[in-house]
């Protein structure tokens, strides 16, 4: 029996409402290892999927879950129903955010703006 408390199902909600799982992990699954389980899983017909680990924050309860902490860890009393299935948020880190906003920084700075009223 405490085998089978040890062990939660998860299913990971995208940005677009799809989901992936739900799927069985064991409590002592680190965040790190369900973001790679996510990575593997990911839809590829989805447009902007993650590259890696870095690319993924999960979201539990209004919580950003950490990489090193475990899911037992992170778990909340409001996720913790027996036989239930706790739904985890999938945010995708947009690529190459700093470059884009870099470029724009410089486009606004070497433009001269006038205005006469």
């Known amino acids: 029996m405490?085998?089978?408390q040890d062990q939660l199902?998860?299913?990971f909600r995208l940005s677009d409402g799809s989901d992936i799982g739900p799927k069985s992990f064991a409590a002592a699954t680190s965040i790190a290892t369900l973001k790679e389980s996510i990575l593997t899983q990911w839809p590829?017909?989805?447009e902007y999927g993650p590259k890696t680990v870095k690319d993924v924050k999960l979201i539990c309860a209004g919580k950003i879950l950490e990489n090193n902490?475990?899911?037992e860890e992170c778990q909340s009393p409001l996720?913790?129903?027996p036989g239930g299935v706790t739904t985890?948020?999938?945010v995708v880190q947009p690529p190459n955010l700093d470059k884009d906003k870099k470029v724009a920084d410089e486009a606004m700075q070497s433009k001269c703006v006038c205005v006469i009223l």
């Open 9 to 11: 199902e998860i299913k």
């Open 44 to 46: 590829k017909d989805k």
């Open 88 to 90: 985890m948020l999938v």
């Open 69 to 71: 902490k475990t899911v």
């Open 2 to 4: 405490a085998g089978k």
């Open 79 to 81: 996720c913790n129903l």
